[in-house]
């Protein structure tokens, strides 16, 4: 990709001397100086020693935020080299423990703060936080999990789920979650892959106002997986819910009262298992591990997204989103979360800023598409929210574009527009927020601690302010551990250093920009990123595959700055066959009913033949690339196609579509 122009050189928001003063990231600065006699004169001395000296700069991280262990680690790192290198060997930890070393003495201080389309704002203190998840670890540990067990849930965005989550974990048990707006084979082919022992689910949810029962989903779930022990019913939509041969919720926690207990684990020891997005065929169930998590969330949260104990941490997410992961890592700082299930859009786009409101966020956070929707839609937050209080607004899923900057301080002129992107793969950031920096429009605002990201050429080599592929060249502390079932590593191997060996390759465009900060051009491979939820194309394939009237098929998504995207699913009828109202009817529902209702394509367009490599295979990143206007001979070479007489079409059909 060639380079766009450079950002603005002028600040939209510059930090004042008592935001500075007050930032995490400086009292760490302070400690590194008094205790380690480090000293560094701004924030890219301080990102080029944490890389330089990755072993010294986690170990401060340890440190500095006492983390606590019942063994010590004989050694920071074994070796600088990917995949395989080995953190913290020898320490005993547990991910649940940390969260109640916070706030011991205060048990009616809100730990959780939610509100759903169902229930009324609630508030769940500390003590209740620690006694409930206490319960349900005991009512876990009735059922037989231990120690590596698997303990799935299909459940919303709830109080309960963070609540099982923590039980899970305190077990060293390995937990995993799916929302319950995905379909039966979507869940499917993620939970298969592990097989749990215990599955939590919900009876239904609301969304739009509209219910959704899911019972005999979660009946054709338990009858497909075949080594679940048992299910445990949440009765959300219907609290008179039930079904035959499951365990309620109550009677999970119903257990004797039991003093709270964590086990003890290494520091790679499994905490969950989350996935990739499908596109090339089955998800990809990656394993992170407790110390991990642990280690890169508290530095993620506390020292770049400057989150405390005094702070009420808001990511507007489902459970199949990492970010309910990374949501969930704000109680590993001390702060208050505040969970919103529903549309965020119904009644209307201010229903998120009224709940930010009442709730008292000081850090807001959803996807870049729902900010451009608020826009659109002429919604004013900065009338909703009373001033003083919200001081971070946190962008992710797909770049926020120069305007969505504009906006957001127009809107909020003293907020901090955090802006980062990461992925469910390392299950953090690599390029995001620091609050003792200034924002740039469409930039976000450095590199992370510890996180050596570099732009790459074709050829592997490392590029200055020009676009390339995002890698990182030194190992974090964050990487998979594994993939489930991929006992040799190949899978894994492949996923990330197939491009260039020993370098870890995301799937990203990116430029570093001359003074640091970083600009996301979007995915270099085919996941599908919509309104926040990841999805490969293979699985919206499988599902279009049972459509007899579809020869063949292929869906790009067309993400334009500024715009919104547009997910056009181009398809090859057989003969005879034509695009009626109900067949395009019925392929939209099967999508929404099986896959995900934010997936569904904006338009079917009857194409002449799909792209195809000499081997068969769909041109699909090729294809987004000439849609989006880039020169057919920069990302298509026909005679590397077996149709390439089809491409003419395809030119017509961008130059219809583009700005």
Not at 58 to 72: H, K, V
Not at 401 to 407: A, I, K, T, V
Not at 472 to 490: A, H, K, Q, S
Request: proline share 8%; net charge negative; aromatic share 10%.
């Amino acid at each position: 990709m060639s380079s766009p122009s450079s950002p603005d050189t002028q600040p939209l928001w510059t930090p004042g001397a008592g935001r500075i003063a007050q930032a995490r990231i400086t009292d760490y600065q302070q400690w590194l100086q008094a205790r380690k006699g480090k000293s560094f004169q701004d924030y890219p001395a301080l990102w080029q020693w944490s890389v330089d000296h990755l072993e010294d700069f986690y170990e401060s991280i340890w440190e500095y935020f006492d983390l606590r262990s019942s063994a010590p680690y004989s050694r920071v790192l074994d070796r600088r080299a990917m995949p395989g290198a080995r953190w913290f060997e020898g320490a005993r930890l547990n991910l649940a423990e940390q969260v109640f070393r916070f706030h011991p003495d205060e048990p009616d201080r809100p730990a959780i703060v939610s509100r759903s389309e169902i229930r009324p704002m609630q508030s769940l203190g500390w003590g209740a936080l620690r006694a409930q998840v206490a319960a349900a670890a005991q009512g876990l540990r009735a059922l037989g999990v231990g120690p590596g067990d698997r303990v799935v849930a299909y459940l919303p965005n709830l109080p309960e789920t963070l609540v099982a989550f923590l039980a899970v974990s305190s077990l060293g048990a390995i937990w995993s979650s799916c929302s319950p707006d995905m379909g039966t084979r979507s869940v499917l082919d993620r939970f298969r892959q592990i097989d749990p022992k215990v599955m939590l689910a919900v009876d239904g949810y609301r969304y739009s106002g509209k219910d959704f029962d899911r019972l005999p989903v979660v009946a054709g779930l338990r009858d497909a997986l075949p080594t679940l022990g048992t299910v445990v019913l949440l009765p959300y939509l219907d609290p008179q819910a039930r079904l035959d041969g499951t365990l309620s919720w109550d009677e999970l926690l119903a257990q004797p009262a039991a003093p709270m207990q964590f086990e003890q684990v290494a520091f790679d020891h499994p905490l969950w298992v989350v996935y990739s997005s499908g596109t090339t065929g089955l998800p990809k169930p990656i394993v992170h591990g407790h110390g991990g998590v642990l280690l890169k969330g508290l530095q993620d949260l506390a020292l770049q997204m400057d989150i405390g104990p005094q702070d009420r941490f808001m990511w507007f997410t489902t459970t199949g989103w990492i970010m309910w992961n990374i949501q969930m890592m704000g109680l590993l700082a001390g702060a208050t979360v505040c969970l919103y299930d529903g549309n965020p859009g119904h009644p209307d786009l201010n229903t998120l800023w009224d709940f930010a409101d009442q709730a008292g966020v000081t850090f807001f956070g959803a996807g870049a598409a729902y900010f451009l929707a608020c826009r659109k839609a002429g919604v004013e937050p900065g009338k909703h929210v009373h001033p003083g209080v919200l001081k971070t607004i946190g962008s992710t899923g797909s770049p926020l574009s120069d305007d969505g900057y504009r906006w957001l301080m127009q809107q909020f002129p003293d907020v901090l527009v955090a802006a980062l992107s990461g992925g469910t793969d390392v299950a953090a950031a690599y390029v995001g927020p620091c609050p003792v920096l200034p924002v740039h429009a469409g930039e976000m605002q450095c590199r992370y601690l510890g996180t050596a990201v570099r732009a790459y050429d074709d050829a592997g080599q490392s590029l200055e302010d020009a676009v390339g592929e995002l890698v990182v060249t030194e190992p974090m502390p964050c990487m998979p551990l594994r993939f489930w079932n991929d006992p040799d590593g190949i899978r894994y191997h492949d996923s990330y250093f197939g491009v260039y060996p020993g370098i870890w390759r995301h799937g990203d465009w990116i430029r570093i920009t001359p003074r640091g900060g970083a600009i996301i051009y979007g995915r270099s491979d085919t996941t599908i990123n919509r309104h926040g939820i990841r999805m490969g194309t293979a699985e919206i394939y499988r599902v279009l595959e049972a459509f007899p009237e579809v020869l063949d098929c292929m869906v790009v998504d067309l993400e334009y700055l500024g715009r919104e995207s547009y997910m056009p699913l181009f398809v090859v009828l057989r003969d005879g066959q034509a695009l009626t109202d109900d067949l395009a009817a019925r392929m939209k529902a099967a999508i929404r009913e099986n896959l995900s209702a934010r997936h569904v394509p904006d338009d079917i367009l009857v194409a002449p033949a799909i792209p195809r490599t000499l081997s068969g295979k769909k041109m699909e990143l090729p294809v987004k690339r000439l849609l989006l206007g880039e020169p057919m001979d920069k990302v298509i070479n026909p005679d590397a196609m077996s149709n390439p007489d089809c491409l003419p079409w395809y030119l017509e059909q961008g130059a219809r579509r583009r700005p």
